[in-house]
């Protein structure tokens, strides 16, 4: 047993490892199979020996037993909504108005609108406690249990911090395709879109289904820290990368309208080639002081809008 328990540290180490830079960085160290290698040694033995098990190893993202059912979360700060934006014009409109409130300083940030479900994970001193939908905006489903299989959530942070993350649970194409030629051989009705397969997934009951899904996962917003002082979104997403999340790495910063008119532009002809969908550009204002001062209408903020793709 002695033994067993070195060896359970090792290939933690190592999983976690491997699993963070094919999972999280998108860059394996390793070939799917020496990676599932050590996998299954890892899960042979916490089997065998049930009280080496912890709530932090790698092999929990297998999932859990089924739940009765999804307990309420409320959202201590809303998970708002964005304003659209259809076209250069509105984009051009959108900063004016900001321009006009907070003057020529403004900065945005520009980011893919990824086509999924908005969650909201909780960490306490750096261990991922509980993970929700995002409901009415309000109030949320705790779906902790389904969000621990994500390989891409990190269930321990890279420091001990008390973080409250937002980001986007998606399908990706490949994932999808595959789900939909089993569901069609097997004469199960299909889903209509990676949207659908994710939501789907991430709200039954069964951890192990949601397990096999191979969903995942980009964060793009800190929703509330302890003691870290941040100035600009742009630098709240290099945190979240430090502290081992992933974050997608197409966000851009303009210091101009025209800039961020240009990147809609370019991803209008390069979405095609993503491995996951995206249905829009999200555009930000980077300063965080300047997020203060617009502050929010009754539904979303005044310092962000999305520019939805043309149908
Ligand atoms: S920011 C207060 N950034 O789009 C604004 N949202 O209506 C918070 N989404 O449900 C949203 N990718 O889940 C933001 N890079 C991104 C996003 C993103 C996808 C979703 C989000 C929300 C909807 C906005």
Not at 38 to 65: A, C, M, N, Q
Not at 105 to 121: M, N, P
Not at 144 to 173: D, F, S, W
Request: charged share 30%; hydrophobic share 35%; proline share 5%.
């Amino acid at each position: 047993r002695q033994d067993a328990k070195k060896r359970v540290e090792e290939l933690r180490a190592i999983v976690e490892e491997y699993g963070y830079h094919y999972y999280v960085l998108d860059q394996p160290l390793v070939s799917d199979a020496e990676y599932d290698q050590f996998f299954h040694e890892l899960l042979k033995i916490e089997t065998e020996f049930p009280d080496l098990r912890t709530e932090d190893s790698p092999t929990v993202r297998v999932g859990g037993e089924p739940l009765p059912h999804f307990k309420k979360v409320e959202h201590r700060i809303p998970m708002l909504s964005l304003g659209n934006a259809f076209s250069a014009d509105d984009l051009s409109d959108f900063d004016r108005r900001v321009r006009q409130l907070v003057g020529d300083s403004v900065r945005y940030t520009c980011e893919l609108k990824i086509d999924g479900l908005a969650i909201s994970l909780q960490y306490e001193e750096g261990r991922f406690v509980r993970g929700a939908t995002r409901g009415d905006g309000t109030i949320g489903e705790d779906i902790t249990e389904n969000l621990k299989t994500i390989a891409a959530i990190p269930l321990k942070l890279k420091e001990a911090v008390t973080i409250e993350v937002r980001g986007e649970a998606y399908m990706p194409k490949p994932s999808f395709e595959k789900l939909n030629e089993a569901k069609e051989k097997s004469g199960d009705e299909k889903f209509a879109n990676p949207r659908n397969a994710a939501a789907g997934s991430l709200r039954q009951l069964d951890p192990k289904l949601a397990s096999k899904r191979n969903l995942s996962m980009f964060t793009y917003a800190i929703g509330s820290i302890e003691g870290k002082e941040i100035q600009s979104h742009s630098e709240g997403l290099d945190y979240l990368q430090e502290l081992g999340f992933r974050v997608n790495r197409e966000s851009k910063r303009c210091e101009t309208i025209e800039e961020v008119i240009h990147y809609t532009e370019e991803w209008v002809e390069k979405r095609a080639d993503l491995p996951y969908e995206i249905d829009g550009i999200v555009i930000k204002v980077d300063q965080l002081a300047l997020q203060e001062k617009l502050g929010f209408t009754a539904k979303s903020p005044r310092w962000a809008t999305a520019f939805k793709f043309p149908a």
